[in-house]
């Protein structure tokens, strides 16, 4: 049976798998002229979900609190190798403060298991870690802020996911990222900038990182070791750093094709391991692909399996009912359970035809997978 997978969300991958936005080849390119070009004090870096934005962020951070000469690094790039590009890399540098929710720590690299800045002491320890980013934190960052910085000239406040941030906590940063003391910094990544408040977005530059193409996507995940990787990169919405995460999950390409045929045969066995999110979110991308097959389109997440039209007007409620269930996912009062009537409603949706891959090995979750389609 599979391991117990990943929690999908955010562009937690990247913490994970410690990239380097300047090695990622459709993000080399923005950050060399962001670098080259900023004129702002913060900075708002969006784009689409699992292309870099964390990846991104941190090499902006990483790039200013280097502390090799300017005139010794091409394109103002980290250096990568003095002691403040190695704390960096180590969340451990005195002038950064990475502000995320306290259920990203450990996918960001920062420690799990320790409170995040302004948790209460007397917190239950059986509490689930928040979503959110908390106005405590940002109070604890404001205090950071002021302090002098310990080995750069400036300090840096990175914020990931900044939608994130809720009501209270958006209003608190407002006064210092409008009048930030000394020489301060921000960089707050989002893949929703719409959903953040007027005044923030107003504050900021915005860098808006680009879709990969296809075809660099595919050659820097066959690098990476990936076997058909434009199996994984479709599958992924086109998002590289997931289709990564898939891989190295244990999730291959055979195994994603022959996801249909086990999900029509109510094989439950197969995804005894998978986190009730992570089904809802593959069972939407199989129902989205099956509605345009029936109306003569080509599938966008399961090209090359054997998917079976339906009818529309059924399979457009199903995608409905995905979606109510999505909003609650994380809540289930039997997770056993709900995902047993998922594979049902799945398998009642119409059977495919059953083939020898779909007899093969139970599946292994793929990591985050939190595209929507």
Same mark, same amino acid.
């Given at each position: 049976?599979?391991?117990?997978?990943?929690?999908?969300?955010?562009?937690?991958?990247?913490?994970?798998?410690?990239?380097?936005?300047?090695?990622?080849?459709?993000?080399?390119?923005?950050?060399?002229?962001?670098?080259?070009?900023?004129?702002?004090?913060?900075?708002?870096?969006?784009?689409?979900?699992? =292309?870099?934005?964390?990846?991104?962020?941190?090499?902006?951070?990483?790039?200013?609190? $280097?502390?090799?000469?300017? &005139?010794?690094?091409?394109?103002?790039?980290?250096?990568?190798?003095?002691?403040?590009?190695?704390?960096?890399?180590?969340?451990?540098?005195?002038?950064?403060?990475?502000?995320?929710?306290?259920?990203?720590?450990?996918?960001?690299?920062?420690?799990?298991?320790?409170?995040?800045?302004?948790?209460?002491?007397?917190?239950?320890?059986? &509490?689930?870690?928040?979503?959110?980013?908390?106005?405590?934190?940002?109070?604890?960052?404001?205090?950071?802020?002021?302090?002098?910085?310990?080995?750069?000239?400036?300090?840096?406040?990175?914020?990931?996911?900044?939608?994130?941030?809720?009501?209270?906590?958006?209003?608190?940063?407002?006064?210092?990222?409008?009048?930030?003391?000394?020489?301060?910094?921000?960089?707050?990544?989002?893949?929703?900038?719409?959903?953040?408040?007027?005044?923030?977005?107003?504050? $900021?530059?915005?860098?808006?990182?680009?879709?990969?193409?296809? &075809?660099?996507?595919?050659?820097?995940?066959?690098?990476?070791?990936?076997?058909?990787?434009?199996?994984?990169?479709?599958?992924?919405?086109?998002?590289?750093?997931?289709?990564?995460?898939?891989?190295?999950?244990?999730?291959?390409?055979?195994?994603?094709?022959?996801?249909?045929?086990? =999900?029509?045969?109510?094989?439950?066995?197969?995804?005894?391991?998978?986190?009730?999110?992570?089904?809802?979110?593959?069972?939407?991308?199989?129902?989205?692909?099956?509605?345009?097959?029936?109306?003569?389109?080509?599938?966008?997440?399961?090209?090359?399996? #054997?998917?079976?039209?339906?009818? =529309? &007007?059924?399979?457009?409620?199903?995608?409905?009912?995905?979606?109510?269930?999505?909003?609650?996912?994380?809540?289930?009062?039997?997770?056993?359970?709900?995902?047993?009537?998922?594979?049902?409603?799945?398998?009642?949706?119409?059977?495919?035809?059953?083939?020898?891959?779909?007899?093969? #090995?139970?599946?292994?979750?793929?990591?985050?997978?939190?595209?929507?389609?």
């Amino acid at each position: 049976m599979a391991s117990k997978p990943d929690k999908p969300g955010g562009d937690g991958a990247e913490g994970r798998l410690g990239l380097d936005a300047a090695r990622l080849p459709w993000l080399a390119d923005t950050l060399t002229r962001t670098l080259a070009s900023q004129r702002s004090h913060a900075l708002l870096v969006s784009g689409p979900s699992g =292309v870099g934005q964390m990846a991104f962020a941190l090499a902006l951070a990483k790039s200013w609190l $280097c502390e090799t000469p300017l &005139a010794d690094r091409p394109q103002r790039l980290a250096c990568g190798h003095c002691g403040s590009c190695h704390l960096v890399d180590e969340r451990s540098h005195p002038d950064l403060r990475l502000i995320v929710p306290e259920a990203l720590r450990g996918e960001v690299g920062l420690d799990a298991d320790e409170p995040g800045e302004g948790d209460g002491e007397g917190k239950s320890k059986k &509490a689930k870690p928040s979503q959110e980013i908390k106005v405590d934190q940002i109070r604890t960052a404001i205090g950071f802020s002021e302090l002098t910085a310990g080995r750069a000239s400036t300090k840096v406040m990175l914020l990931h996911p900044a939608e994130a941030l809720n009501t209270i906590s958006a209003n608190a940063l407002l006064k210092t990222l409008e009048e930030p003391p000394g020489a301060l910094r921000f960089v707050l990544s989002t893949s929703s900038p719409q959903s953040l408040l007027p005044t923030i977005r107003s504050r $900021c530059q915005a860098i808006v990182l680009p879709r990969p193409e296809a &075809a660099p996507a595919i050659a820097w995940l066959a690098g990476q070791g990936v076997d058909r990787p434009e199996v994984l990169l479709a599958a992924s919405g086109e998002q590289p750093l997931v289709a990564l995460a898939m891989h190295q999950a244990g999730l291959d390409a055979a195994a994603w094709l022959a996801l249909p045929e086990r =999900v029509a045969a109510g094989d439950v066995a197969a995804f005894g391991g998978w986190a009730l999110p992570q089904l809802i979110e593959t069972l939407q991308k199989l129902c989205h692909d099956r509605l345009l097959v029936s109306v003569g389109a080509a599938p966008r997440y399961f090209a090359g399996a #054997r998917l079976v039209p339906g009818d =529309v &007007a059924r399979l457009t409620a199903w995608a409905a009912d995905l979606r109510r269930q999505s909003r609650h996912a994380d809540h289930p009062y039997n997770a056993g359970l709900a995902l047993e009537a998922l594979l049902a409603q799945a398998r009642d949706m119409g059977a495919a035809p059953r083939s020898d891959a779909a007899s093969a #090995r139970p599946l292994r979750a793929g990591g985050p997978i939190h595209s929507r389609p």
